[in-house]
């Protein structure tokens, strides 16, 4: 079945510590994107990537890092000047100009 | 830049009863329009999508949503509630040209009472 995996579903870091976040995609598409979700405030975008090798800053970009080596892999990573980064984070993926499609989610926490 | 109202943080309603979720949208030209479901933990389900033509578009579920270009509405509406329809729901926007990102509305949550 084709979709969008993420992982881990939980993942807990310590203050200071980078952590990667893991986003694959077999739908072939060419967009990819990274969302952060906080209780009433809906989803935010962190980056997003519309072609391999190129990525743009998204609405809250600092504290995160991302790269696009291949079309179906969009890892995002939580560096430690992220200064509040417990959150859901979700991935997503476009074929064009349309509708999203979700992976399940990674719940962060900060231990 | 594009934005998204969702003025209902939170709705109940009793199970058969009628739905309407409220989306408000700002954009300099007609947007594509998108109503997104999300149970607890989980990622996000497409109900439905507008990029053209009939105003009022049939999704899964039962649901539809009505664009209104004079309002900048995209309400959506079920006519029956089902007690599994409780989840959250959001209201996003993605513009025909320039960037492709979607924009989300900060989500309703519904609740349905027996």
């Known amino acids: 079945d084709g979709g969008i995996t993420q992982s881990p579903k939980y993942l807990f870091r310590k203050e200071g510590q980078n952590v990667t976040l893991s986003c694959e995609q077999n739908l072939n598409h060419d967009a990819m994107y990274w969302y952060r979700q906080d209780p009433g405030q809906g989803l935010r975008l962190i980056y997003y990537s519309q072609i391999v090798n190129d990525f743009q800053k998204g609405d809250i970009a600092e504290g995160y890092s991302v790269s696009r080596e291949k079309k179906e892999s969009f890892p995002l990573t939580v560096t430690s000047a992220q200064k509040n980064p417990t959150a859901f984070y979700l991935c997503?993926?476009?074929?064009?100009?349309?509708?999203?499609?979700f992976g399940q989610g990674t719940r962060l926490t900060v231990v | 830049a594009q934005s998204v109202t969702q003025p209902d943080i939170h709705i109940t309603v009793s199970e058969g009863a009628s739905l309407e979720l409220r989306c408000n949208y700002s954009?300099?030209?007609?947007?594509?329009l998108f109503w997104y479901v999300q149970s607890p933990g989980q990622g996000l389900q497409l109900l439905l999508k507008y990029f053209s033509g009939d105003t009022l578009v049939q999704g899964i579920k039962g649901f539809e949503a009505e664009f209104k270009r004079s309002q900048s509405s995209f309400n959506l509406r079920k006519p029956s509630v089902h007690w599994s329809d409780a989840a959250e729901y959001f209201c996003?926007?993605?513009?025909?040209?320039?960037?492709?990102?979607?924009?989300f509305g900060s989500g309703t949550r519904l609740q349905v009472q027996p």
């Open positions: 954009y300099g030209a007609t947007p594509y």
């Open positions: 996003a926007v993605g513009a025909p040209t320039g960037r492709r990102a979607l924009t």
């Open positions: 997503a993926s476009t074929p064009g100009r349309g509708q999203a499609f």
